[in-house]
């Protein structure tokens, strides 16, 4: 579904990621792990278009969208829920998520879709008219995932959605992310918390300063002595 190849993102004189390869198959959820730096959310944000690869393809289904414009890569189904959520603070949580269907015009289906994100997250229904400023910031994490869900997406980037937020809450989020897999969706899901990205992915991808250290199965991490504790630390 989604190749990467010889990905390449700088800023100046700042090599962010280099000559990156790397591959979303259809259906499967992938970690892509690494230490703070390591150039994770540069490879995210050269994926849906925020920052322009210096070198290097990104190709969504057989269409080369290294430079297409954001909306373009949403409409072609690649969506992220960007790190530290940024959800609009001052809107209503029904605002949020309809922006999120801001490229649909089917009206029912958007309203299906949210009547299903208040019937997951309760909280939501209860805070609909609110400021979604005002929610914790685990409940904001729940927003964030529902709004990128309502482009209706094929392949779904997340960037850390533990971060910051309590032990039981990440298992909440976790528990939807293995949902969102079980229905099909196809996720590339950046994580410092390996233990709980590790639960769900069918591979993982390890960059430390902004190059592939590795790239198998989640137990191919365990077994390579040492790897846990010198990229991603535990
Ligand atoms: N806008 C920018 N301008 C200059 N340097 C940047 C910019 N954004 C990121 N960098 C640098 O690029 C490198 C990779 O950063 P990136 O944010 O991609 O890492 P990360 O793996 O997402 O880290 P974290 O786990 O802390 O989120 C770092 O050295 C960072 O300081
Ligand atoms: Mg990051």
Known sequence: MLKV??????????????????SVGQGELIALLGPNGAGKSSTI??????????????????????RSRTEDRIRG?????????HIFANL??????????????????????????LALFPVLS???SQAAGTLSGGEQQMLAISRSLMSRPKLLLLDEPSLGLAPKIVIQIFDFIGQLKAEGLTLLLVEQNARQALRFADRVYVMSSGTLRFDGPPTGLADEHGLLNLYIGG
């Open 5 to 22: 190849e010889n990905l390449s993102v700088r800023y100046g004189a700042v090599a962010a990621v280099r000559d990156l390869s790397l």
């Open 45 to 66: 944000n050269a994926l849906t278009g925020l920052v322009t690869p210096a070198a290097g393809r990104i190709v969504l289904d057989g269409v080369d969208i290294s």
């Open 77 to 85: 189904g690649l969506t992220s829920t960007p790190e530290g959520r």
């Open 92 to 117: 209503t949580v029904a605002e949020n998520l309809r922006l999120g269907a801001a490229i649909r015009r089917d009206a029912k289906g958007v309203r299906q879709d949210i009547d299903r994100f």
């Open 126 to 128: 209860e805070r609909y």
